[in-house]
């Protein structure tokens, strides 16, 4: 179901839970939310109101990613960035890092499995951005 973007930044601060398997229908709605919005290559669950880890991305390929609980392992190469949020007005420089190493959940037949992925430049800047968004940082 496409979902409203959440703006208010009380919601938007409050660090989100971890996910579970129970949460699975949440990843429709999120796909369904950023398919809506052609401007947006990523979105976090607290964005569309649910406050859970969970994220999706859009690949180099433009195909959605989803990630359960992503978490920030290692991160290399710092650089500042100009982002835009959904969430947000304007646009806002931040510190990124051009290569990091992500451990997250994939959900696989209804049970959740860990995984790791390295990413480098615009994917790797969208996940930081929706870490941060799970943590209950916006830029
Ligand atoms: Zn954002």
Do not use: M
């Given at each position: 179901m496409i979902k409203e973007i959440v703006k208010d930044d009380e919601i938007l601060s409050q660090p989100c839970e971890k996910a579970t398997e129970?949460?699975?229908e949440l990843v429709t709605d999120l796909l369904d939310t950023l398919a809506a919005?052609?401007?947006?290559a990523a979105l976090s669950a607290n964005q569309i109101?649910?406050?859970?880890?969970v994220v999706v991305y859009l690949d180099d390929n433009e195909q959605p990613r989803v990630m359960f609980?992503?978490?920030?392992?290692q991160a290399l190469h710092p650089f500042k960035a100009v982002e835009a949020c959904l969430s947000h007005e304007g646009e806002v420089e931040v510190k990124r890092f051009a290569w990091i190493n992500v451990s997250y959940e994939d959900l696989v037949d209804g049970k959740l499995v860990p995984k790791k992925i390295k990413l480098q430049g615009w994917t790797a800047q969208l996940v930081q951005h929706m870490i941060d968004h799970c943590k209950g940082k916006t830029i």
């Open positions: 129970q949460d699975n919005n052609e401007e947006a109101g649910t406050p859970k880890s609980n992503p978490v920030l392992k």
